[in-house]
């Protein structure tokens, strides 16, 4: 079956302009998880939905970062006002139930802030 | 609070040669840890996981033995492959996954 997907695959944009990555989980998939994997650094966890819900956004650096989850499917993560250190690759991930062992994640979008 | 350690990379070895990457953690409770591989171009993949104190995960010839009472996870493989080349994550999780930062990992025939 498909596999989490996401949208774009790379997106270049200026800084102080709004950004918006999409995630497709896996059909099915009630839990759903952002990370963002900055160069050379490990994955930071981002925000972590339940169904439409947000039990955990403890990982957004800033206010200017949200996301939003609807239909207990799609999820889009919104950046308002990019900064050059917003550039990084921002990774979905999706399991069955929260908790669940595996997560699977998506190939990532590439975001560059000039 | 939750936190991961392993070793830094570079690593570079011949083909052929034994492998370890040494990760420890820092965890309240009894998480489940984790060894994932991201291939060169491809997305994150989970290559093994332990649940509890004691467990071996094993999978393409690479193992890691969940060790308490050193809280440690080391992964280890017997004799590596080119394409066995990659970055290696641990990552524990009691509920949200927790990553170290990664070893890439470059095998020359």
């Known amino acids: 079956g498909a596999g989490v997907s996401q949208s774009p695959s790379n997106k270049v944009t200026e800084k102080g302009k709004d950004v918006e990555l999409r995630c497709d989980p896996i059909?099915?998939?009630?839990?759903l998880y952002w990370y963002r994997q900055r160069l050379g650094q490990g994955l930071e966890f981002l925000i972590y939905f339940q169904g439409n819900s947000a039990p955990d956004k403890s990982g957004l650096p800033s206010d200017r970062f949200s996301a939003e989850r609807t239909g207990e499917s799609v999820s889009t993560l919104t950046i308002q006002r990019t900064q050059q250190e917003d550039s990084a690759v921002y990774l979905c991930?999706?399991?069955?139930?929260?908790?669940?062992?595996?997560?699977?994640f998506g190939p990532g979008t590439r975001l560059t802030v000039t | 609070g939750n936190s991961v350690t392993q070793m830094e990379g570079p690593v570079t070895l011949s083909e052929e040669a034994f492998l370890t990457i040494n990760c420890t953690y820092t965890a309240t409770g009894y998480p489940s840890l984790f060894w994932y591989v991201q291939y060169p171009g491809e997305g994150l993949q989970l290559l093994l996981k332990?649940?509890?104190?004691?467990d071996k995960g094993s999978n393409k010839g690479f193992e890691a033995t969940y060790r308490k009472e050193t809280t440690s996870f080391h992964l280890e493989k017997g004799s590596v492959q080119v394409s066995d080349s990659a970055v290696y994550f641990c990552a524990l999780r009691p509920e949200k996954l927790v990553f170290g930062k990664g070893t890439k990992l470059t095998v020359n025939p």
């Open positions: 059909s099915g998939h009630t839990a």
């Open positions: 991930a999706s399991s069955l139930v929260p908790g669940a062992y595996e997560q699977y």
């Open positions: 332990a649940t509890k104190a004691d």
